[in-house]
C-alpha cells in the first residue's frame, strides 16, 4: 500500500527556516516525479514544487521560488522541502504526493506550517 | 503563474447533473492535455477523479467525465449524490516542468 507521511510543521516566526520530510512507502521513491503543494486556511490548493525521479530536475511555484529548495534522499524513501525567509502567507498545511498520473495522484495527508510572531 | 478560473460555487439535487468550468489561457490548458480534477471533502487530502483532461482515475465512478474546449476544461458530475458534496479543483500543466491549480469550486447537493 502506497503511504506518504509529512512531518516537521510548527510555529515558526517570520523571516525563519523550517525543513519538511515526506516518508515514502509501499513503493520506489527513485521512480516517480514528487510534487509539494499547500493549502493556506480556508483557502485553496496551491502547487509549489516538483522533483523527478533522481533529483536532477526541479521546479518552483513563483511565489517561492528562491526562498524554497526540494530535493530528495532516494535511499531513504524520503522528499523534502527546505523553507528558507517564511512569510505569514506561507502559513499552510503542506501535503507531498506522487506523480503517477502526469499530475499529483497519491497524496499525504499533510503538515501544518503556522509563520508567526 | 495566474491560478485557473473556476465558479466559486455550483449547486444541484440528487440525480442531477453540474458542470465545473476550468478556464486557463493558451499557455496552460489550451496547450496541454495534463488537466486533472481533484475532489477535497473538508478536512481531508484531496482525491484525483480525473487525469489527462478525461481519464478516470481508478475506482473513479463513471458518473464524474472531463472534457477540454479550447483554454477551458471540465468535470460534469451526472446523478449527482449526496456525498458528491465537496470541493473542487482543476490543475494544469503550464510547461518548464510546472503546474497550476484552479481557483476552486464548492459543490453542493441541495
Known amino acids: 500500500e502506497v503511504q506518504l507521511v509529512e512531518s516537521g510543521g510548527g510555529l515558526v516566526q517570520p523571516g525563519g527556516s523550517l525543513r519538511l520530510s515526506c516518508a515514502a512507502s509501499?513503493?520506489?521513491?527513485?521512480?516517480?516525479?514528487m510534487h509539494w503543494v499547500r493549502q493556506g486556511p480556508g483557502k485553496g490548493l496551491e502547487w509549489v514544487s516538483r522533483i523527478n525521479g533522481v533529483g536532477t530536475t526541479t521546479a518552483y511555484a513563483d511565489s517561492v521560488r528562491g526562498r524554497f529548495t526540494i530535493s530528495r534522499d532516494n535511499a531513504k524513501n524520503t522528499l523534502y522541502l527546505e523553507m528558507n525567509s517564511l512569510r505569514a502567507e506561507d502559513t499552510a498545511v503542506y501535503f507531498c504526493a506522487r506523480e503517477k498520473s502526469a499530475s499529483p495522484d497519491d497524496w499525504g495527508p499533510g503538515t501544518l506550517v503556522t509563520v508567526s510572531s | 503563474q495566474s491560478a485557473l478560473t473556476q465558479p466559486p460555487s455550483a449547486s444541484g439535487s440528487p440525480g442531477q447533473s453540474v458542470t465545473i468550468s476550468c478556464t486557463g489561457t493558451s499557455s496552460d490548458v489550451g496547450s496541454y492535455d495534463y488537466v486533472s480534477w481533484y475532489q477535497q471533502h473538508p478536512g481531508k487530502a484531496p482525491k484525483l477523479m480525473i487525469y489527462e483532461v478525461s481519464k478516470r482515475a481508478s475506482g473513479v465512478p463513471d458518473r464524474f467525465s472531463g472534457s477540454k474546449s479550447g483554454n477551458t476544461a471540465s468535470l460534469t458530475v451526472s446523478g449527482l449524490q449526496a456525498e458528491d458534496e465537496a470541493d473542487y479543483y482543476c490543475?494544469?500543466?503550464?510547461?518548464?516542468?510546472?503546474?497550476?491549480f484552479g481557483t476552486g469550486t464548492k459543490v453542493a447537493v441541495l
Open positions: 490543475i494544469s500543466y503550464v510547461g518548464s516542468n510546472s503546474f497550476v
Open positions: 509501499g513503493f520506489t521513491l527513485s521512480g516517480y516525479w
